[in-house]
């Protein structure tokens, strides 16, 4: 079995930051693309940023200035550093994964559980 869990979601005044990780741990062979989104109740999920195995990555637009996507293949970790947070940045923010397991040949799409960040005015 594959997994991803997250930490880091909490509470946070409004200008501050925060940093989330999310840890992939399981049969693995392989990670590639990492991906972090986000979803306020009763809206679209919205993709945040993602970044591939190599470090290339691609932001929401009007994300870009605020918030920071980075990896340890090592750890087979992705993280996101959101800076100058926003009360309307509150939503829980999940992060995906194509990971292929141990002896299996395709890639696989994996989420994890989410976790909720709140940003107070």
């Known amino acids: 079995q594959v997994q991803l869990v997250e930490s880091g979601g909490g509470l946070v005044q409004a200008g501050g930051s925060l940093r989330l990780s999310c840890a992939a741990s399981?049969?693995?062979?392989?990670?590639?693309?990492m991906a972090w989104l986000r979803q306020v109740p009763g809206k679209e999920r919205e993709l945040v940023a993602t970044?591939?195995?190599?470090?290339?990555?691609n932001y929401a637009d009007s994300l870009k200035a605020r918030f920071a996507i980075s990896r340890d293949n090592a750890k087979n970790t992705v993280f996101l550093e959101m800076n100058s947070l926003e009360p309307e940045d509150t939503a829980v923010y999940y992060c995906?994964?194509?990971?292929?397991?141990?002896?299996?040949?395709?890639?696989?799409?994996?989420w994890g559980q989410g976790t909720l960040v709140t940003v107070s005015s």
């Open positions: 995906n994964a194509h990971i292929q397991m141990i002896g299996m040949p395709t890639y696989r799409q994996v």
């Open positions: 399981g049969s693995i062979s392989r990670v590639a693309t």
């Open positions: 970044i591939n195995t190599v470090g290339t990555t």
